[in-house]
């Protein structure tokens, strides 16, 4: 079993939709958890990290259920910007390494 | 502010030989991590260096070797190169900082072909 599972994708949503994205973690352990987001051939940018207590930052929210072992990201009003590959990241207990989900492709349409 | 810059952005080789990508850290920060990207797939960990040593180690071959050097920058170097090592190979920064898991921030990575 991978460690970091997202839905597969892609999504396609009109502009203004909300769009939620999940995830899920195989080590309980585990103690970090962050959104990237990747632009086609780019590198992976920081979007958010992911509290327990859930966070937001403007349009974008991330919730954490650790005795789920799930994370979600939902995006409100989605714009043409936003597509991209959102990747679900997670520090493997060690501290060192960053496992990455497979990412979850995201195209906002007019 | 200088983030992360790795070089080249692009290379082509041929099976068999070796090659050496280099990345310089953010400003500030002192951990180098190294990533395999392949298409259509998460970048996967290869190994992390901090302090000149390698702290940290993925599931990938002995090909896969990597320098730290004193000013913090790094080299990821690939012997015996195979079909399979095409993909994008990033390099990620961050501070150490016990008991807090820093986000590792990304250069524009290194596109390796093979023919």
């Known amino acids: 079993r991978k460690e970091v599972e997202q839905d597969p994708g892609p999504f396609n949503v009109p502009e203004g939709a909300t769009v939620a994205f999940n995830c899920t973690y195989s080590?309980?352990?585990?103690?970090?958890f962050f959104w990237y987001r990747q632009d086609c051939r780019k590198e992976p940018k920081l979007l958010m990290s992911v509290y327990s207590s859930g966070n937001e930052d403007g349009r974008f929210t991330a919730q954490l259920n650790r005795a789920s072992q799930y994370i979600s990201l939902l995006i409100r009003d989605s714009k043409l910007s936003d597509s991209a590959t959102y990747l679900c990241v997670v520090f493997e207990d060690s501290g060192y390494a960053l496992n990455f989900g497979k990412g979850t492709s995201l195209l906002v349409t007019p | 502010d200088a983030g992360v810059t790795q070089s080249p952005t692009h290379l082509i080789k041929t099976r068999g030989q070796q090659v050496t990508l280099r990345c310089s850290p953010k400003s500030g920060h002192d951990t180098v991590s190294w990533y395999q990207q392949a298409l259509g797939q998460g970048p996967q960990f290869i190994f992390q260096?901090?302090?000149?040593?390698?702290?940290q180690r993925g599931n990938f071959p002995d090909r896969f070797s990597g320098h730290q050097f004193p000013n913090y920058s790094s080299e990821l170097n690939v012997n015996a190169l195979l079909l399979g090592d095409s993909a994008l190979y990033l390099c990620?920064?961050?501070?150490?900082?016990?008991?807090?898991?820093?986000?590792?921030?990304f250069g524009d990575g290194t596109r390796l072909s093979i023919l």
């Open positions: 990620a920064s961050s501070l150490f900082d016990r008991g807090v898991d820093q986000p590792q921030h």
């Open positions: 260096y901090y302090e000149e040593e390698e702290r």
């Open positions: 080590n309980s352990a585990s103690q970090s």
